[in-house]
């Protein structure tokens, strides 16, 4: 059984063998987890995945869907880079959404297993600049993982700050 840990930081200085990108579709870089990953990873990151979107991926990567390459000069051996959905305040689309978000999380964990990661460690995926709610989030998450068939041995959410932390504090708790 995985266990879940939480950690208020940095991802980026995470020693875990595979850390999460919340990336965007064009697996560029970006700004948030996104940007900072590709900053402290170095260009060997954006090398890969700029022969990712040549080969595989000529229309980006896929909402939900998740994808590895080198870990650059970060301290971890991998990145895995999942596209979170964009939050809706509608009602119908944001019951369409969160089964995405929820795959995030699930791809990235079999993406794990394919390298044979044992330690993971994620930011909350969608929370940023896609405005999910944290505490919506922080449940999709939790529900993906405990229920994820996984070999991994951690998950560790990483959070930014003291807010998100509370949040997903709580929902560990329940």
């Known amino acids: 059984m995985v266990v879940v840990t939480l950690v208020q930081g940095d991802i980026t200085e995470q020693r875990v063998d595979a850390v999460v ?6 697996l560029l870089g970006g700004g948030g987890v996104d940007g900072a990953i590709h900053r402290r ?15 595989d991926y000529p229309r980006g990567l896929p909402t939900g869907q998740a994808v590895a390459t080198t870990a ?7 990145v895995i880079h999942t596209v979170g959905p964009v ?3 509608r009602g119908d ?8 978000l929820a795959s995030c ?7 794990a297993d394919e390298l ?3 330690t993971v460690a994620f930011p909350a995926i969608s929370t940023g600049v896609y405005r999910w709610p944290m ?40």
Do not use: H, K, M
Request: aromatic fraction near 8%.
């Open 21 to 26: 990108n919340a990336a965007n579709s064009e």
């Open 105 to 111: 999380y699930r791809e990235s964990l079999r993406v």
């Open 87 to 89: 939050w809706s305040a």
């Open 41 to 55: 990873g170095g260009p060997a990151i954006l090398a890969e995945c700029r022969r990712l979107r040549e080969t």
């Open 72 to 78: 650059g000069e970060l301290p971890a051996r991998w």
């Open 135 to 174: 505490d919506d989030a922080a449940r999709i998450a939790f529900d993906a993982v405990r229920t994820a068939p996984t070999r991994a041995d951690e998950v560790r959410f990483v959070l930014y700050d003291t807010a998100a932390y509370d949040i997903f504090a709580a929902q560990q708790a329940r």
């Open 93 to 100: 689309r944001a019951a369409q959404l969160a089964p995405l």
């Open 116 to 118: 044979g990661a044992r």
